[in-house]
């Protein structure tokens, strides 16, 4: 079965750091996401990206943030400067044709971020 | 705009029992809508789907959803619970026809007691 991998698992990060989440998505998908869920709470929709542009992004998805598709293979959310409130769970997400259609997302196992 | 409720937090109950977890969803137009799984440590799984069709959706470890519109309610059901189903269910909505993003309630941990 084909796995969206996500590298590394847990990182953690000084405040005002700036941090890389790496993902590679199943080679013949086409759309790519980023979704956050802070501890107890929520999977929140960050960001969605096509064509090697941002498809649809959420008011969470500031300036802070940015991402990027720079190989062919991995698809990357940058954090520029970290705040507190950033620790979460991040998951990328990879599908073949857009949103859900007929087989849904298939999500990595995500990246822990902590910021201290 | 789009949103998903489920109550219940968390749902403790005897492995062999029967379970049914809660979702209702808001919607202004058509949805599909999700069950996805967490098991500890890992990622989103999907569990079932309903797009479109029969209303009743299974997936194939023997959970079953079955959408009311009337209700606006997708819940989650199982009739024979195993130790291995503990984990976390998200119900999530998104709006049909064309690209939508997902829409996640905000999760209910199922514990399994042997």
């Known amino acids: 079965e084909p796995e969206v991998t996500q590298t590394p698992s847990h990182q953690v990060t000084q405040m005002g750091q700036e941090v890389i989440l790496r993902c590679v998505p199943i080679?013949?998908?086409?759309?790519f996401y980023w979704y956050r869920q802070i501890l107890g709470q929520k999977v929140e929709f960050l960001v969605s990206?096509?064509?090697?542009?941002?498809?649809?992004k959420s008011e969470i998805f500031d300036d802070q943030f940015s991402v990027e598709r720079p190989d062919g293979s991995n698809f990357t959310l940058k954090i520029r400067s970290t705040k507190l409130e950033d620790s979460a769970m991040y998951f990328c997400?990879?599908?073949?044709?857009?949103?859900?259609?007929?087989?849904?997302?298939?999500f990595g196992s995500g990246t822990r971020l902590t910021v201290v | 705009a789009q949103s998903v409720t489920q109550l219940d937090s968390q749902v403790p109950v005897f492995e062999e029992a029967p379970v049914e977890l809660r979702c209702n969803y808001s919607?202004?137009?058509?949805?599909?809508l999700f069950w996805y799984v967490q098991y500890p440590n890992q990622g989103l799984q999907l569990l079932l789907k309903?797009?479109?069709?029969?209303?009743l959706v299974e997936s194939i470890n023997g959970f079953e959803a079955e959408f009311n519109k009337s209700q606006t309610s997708f819940h989650l059901r199982k009739p024979s619970v195993h130790i291995s189903d503990t984990a976390e269910y998200f119900c999530?909505?998104?709006?049909?026809?064309?690209?939508?993003?997902?829409?996640f309630g905000t999760g209910t941990k199922l514990q399994v007691i042997p």
């Open positions: 919607s202004s137009v058509s949805v599909y």
């Open positions: 990206f096509y064509n090697n542009e941002i498809s649809e």
């Open positions: 997400a990879s599908s073949v044709s857009p949103g859900q259609g007929s087989r849904g997302y298939t």
């Open positions: 309903y797009l479109s069709g029969s209303t």
């Open positions: 080679s013949n998908h086409l759309y």
């Open positions: 999530a909505v998104s709006s049909s026809g064309g690209y939508q993003k997902v829409t």
